[in-house]
């Protein structure tokens, strides 16, 4: 929770660049003749911001691109000088800004992600004590992790340095646009640590992913072109944001909405060319990851998620809109005799879209008692909603007990990671089918008794 002590503060911050038109204009500028001359234009990349933040607040920090975001976390990092003003933190910062930028090609993982924890200013004994947490959370291929990084890919790199930068007890961790890149077990991974950190320090996020941001942080800033244009309640600054952008797009015209209409039952005219569009590329299968993140009491277990379409078969694409069969099965060691099996159904920032278990008012799934060395098998038939392409995860829960008391036998969190390959949904979580949609013109509206 936030505090009363600011651990960060800028007055009057501004950031310049001298911009040259041609190269050697940089040498020209410091020769003695040209003392007077100006070969160079002043660029404000930052200008005249003032900010307080306290600990434990989790800020967002929005604008185009060129806006200044990243000149500013800079200026905050240390990694670059303010030219007039000042900005103070207190405590130890781990940045993110630019994925390996501080990892020497030739070193092994191992060696890099020990040289990384000592600039972020661990002691030589806090690293030897965190060195296999921080690989085990990076998990990286078999034996990579003794690899030079020149041979890592771009979700290598981040998983590194995400796991490194987690786990040195930062006071403000500072995170740029990190999560578009990595998988999205791994993204749901950093969600879930990011969540975490939030309990007791504080986060400076930047992504142009609203959602991200509406999700993570408590207070937001607008820069643009250099200037803090707003700050205040998250939702308010990403509403006057995005205003901000649709008026520029539409050159002022304000807001454009767009609809559909569908009849019961909710079929959607666009599924077969987006089943063709899905198709036509290689659908990654959505498998059961047996080592996913889980905990429990024990007595029951989880052994397998799947999707079944409506024939019964394994689902290897989705798109959104389809009739599904959701089903896990597992096995119990243990009598329980009140179980209770759910899921719910995340998007890739770790946001709960929807959920549901057997307990919820369904009576066909009563709780009958499963007896030691017995398996078990739910399913939830269900439609599934138009969402935004992209990937999702599906964690499962076997409990026993009821809905207001039960304990948790085996919890799997991102039990399954699947990919909605086609969709026409641009704005927001999901899509809503519209059942009737009119608009009529009246003539007299005082008799229509509208409004009397």
Request: hydrophobic residues 40%; proline residues 4%.
């Amino acid at each position: 929770m936030p505090s009363d002590t600011p651990i960060i503060s800028a007055e009057a911050l501004s950031k310049s660049y001298r911009l040259f038109r041609r190269g050697h204009h940089r040498l020209l500028q410091h020769l003695p003749f040209g003392i007077g001359s100006r070969f160079y234009r002043e660029h404000q990349a930052l200008q005249e911001l003032d900010l307080e933040v306290s600990a434990g607040e989790s800020i967002a920090v929005i604008g185009r691109n060129g806006s200044g975001k990243s000149t500013f976390l800079q200026l905050l990092c240390g990694t670059s000088a303010p030219t007039t003003g000042m900005i103070e933190t207190r405590g130890r910062i781990a940045p993110l800004l630019e994925l390996g930028a501080g990892f020497a090609p030739e070193f092994t993982g191992r060696e890099n992600l020990r040289l990384a924890a000592s600039i972020l200013g661990l002691s030589r004994r806090e690293i030897d004590e965190r060195t296999q947490a921080i690989i085990d959370f990076a998990d990286l291929p078999d034996g990579f992790i003794d690899q030079a990084v020149k041979r890592y890919s771009s979700g290598m790199y981040a998983r590194l340095a995400f796991s490194v930068a987690i786990h040195v007890d930062a006071d403000i961790l500072v995170v740029d646009e990190i999560l578009s890149v990595g998988d999205g077990a791994f993204v749901q991974k950093c969600m879930r640590a990011i969540r975490e950190f939030k309990k007791h320090g504080t986060l400076f996020f930047v992504s142009h992913d609203t959602p991200a941001v509406l999700a993570l942080c408590d207070r937001a800033i607008w820069l643009d072109q250099g200037r803090l244009m707003a700050q205040g309640p998250t939702r308010d600054v990403v509403l006057q944001y995005e205003a901000s952008l649709k008026q520029r797009r539409n050159g002022g015209a304000g807001f454009e909405t767009s609809t559909r209409r569908a009849e019961e039952p909710v079929n959607d005219v666009r599924a077969d060319s987006l089943k063709a569009m899905a198709e036509s590329g290689i659908p990654a299968k959505a498998v059961f990851d047996p080592a996913s993140s889980s905990f429990g009491e024990g007595g029951a277990m989880i052994r397998n998620v799947q999707f079944l379409d409506e024939s019964g078969k394994p689902l290897d694409a989705l798109l959104g809109g389809e009739v599904v069969e959701l089903e896990i099965t597992g096995d119990v060691q243990d009598e329980v005799k009140s179980p209770i099996v759910g899921f719910y159904l995340q998007d890739r920032l770790g946001q709960t879209l929807f959920a549901d278990n057997t307990a919820m008012g369904h009576d066909d799934a009563s709780a009958q008692p499963l007896a030691s060395g017995s398996g078990f098998r739910a399913t939830f038939r269900f439609q599934m909603p138009w969402m935004p392409a992209g990937e999702y995860a599906i964690g499962v829960a076997i409990a026993d007990g009821t809905m207001e008391d039960n304990i948790p036998l085996h919890w799997v969190e991102s039990a399954m990671v699947f990919r909605i390959h086609g969709s026409h949904v641009a704005v927001g979580l999901v899509g809503l089918p519209m059942l009737s949609v009119t608009l009529d013109a009246v003539s007299n509206f005082q008799e229509t008794g509208a409004g009397t």
